[in-house]
């Protein structure tokens, strides 16, 4: 297992026994039997691992969705894709209730999937809106509320299934951007 995984790794077991702001380097190097001086080579801090998992959780997902389906079918369909975050919620239940049960990490655990949903949503919605302006605050709307929509999901025990969570994104925020493509 490469530096960069086992540290990641590590970081997601430790938060599941303790909350956020208590895990160090240290207790991630320790766990994963990494030294510090190989930490700092692949990392900044643990906030820079915390990022990571995000990003290989939501962004890396939509990356080999992109590779499997034309870039067109993505972008009429994100059913797909939405379908497939809720069950990485559930493939680490855990690492996200846990992460969600203290304010210093849900806080930071929304601000930075929300940052990374935008990247995301930015790239899917590029079409749609000529103003960037406008297209950065949509894609924050839809990011921010996308992100709470899926606290409260995992607060709620992760009820109902992932596939009815992905119709009912689908059914209310996708149909008003189509609509807003139409109107257009």
């Known amino acids: 297992m490469q530096s960069a ?3 990641t790794k590590s970081f997601r077991e430790l938060i599941i026994d303790k909350p956020y702001r208590d895990v160090t380097v240290v207790d991630i190097c320790r766990n994963a039997n990494v030294s510090r001086r190989q930490f700092y080579i692949c990392f900044k801090d643990k906030l820079d691992v915390f990022e990571k998992v995000i990003d290989e959780d939501f962004l890396m997902p939509a990356r ?3 590779k499997m ?3 067109s079918l993505l972008k009429s369909s ?3 894709l939405t379908e497939r975050i809720y069950h990485i919620f559930i ?3 855990d690492f996200y209730e846990r992460l969600i049960a203290y304010p210093d990490s849900r806080l930071l655990f929304i601000e930075t ?3 990374c949903l935008m990247r995301l949503n930015n790239k899917l919605l590029s079409d749609l809106f000529v103003d960037k302006g406008e297209l950065e605050y949509v894609s924050y709307f839809i990011s921010s509320s ?3 929509l ?3 999901w995992i607060r709620d025990d992760m009820t109902p299934s992932p596939q009815e969570m992905a119709q009912l994104f689908n059914k209310y925020a996708l149909s008003a951007l189509r609509k807003t493509k139409n109107t257009r």
Do not use: C, I, Q, R
Request: zero cysteines; hydrophobic letters at 40%; aromatic letters at 12%.
């Open 113 to 115: 999937a929300t940052e």
């Open 91 to 93: 493939d680490n239940h």
């Open 146 to 148: 996308h992100v709470m």
């Open 78 to 80: 994100p059913y797909f």
């Open 150 to 152: 899926w606290v409260k």
């Open 69 to 71: 389906l034309s870039s």
């Open 64 to 66: 080999d969705l992109d």
């Open 5 to 7: 995984e086992a540290l």
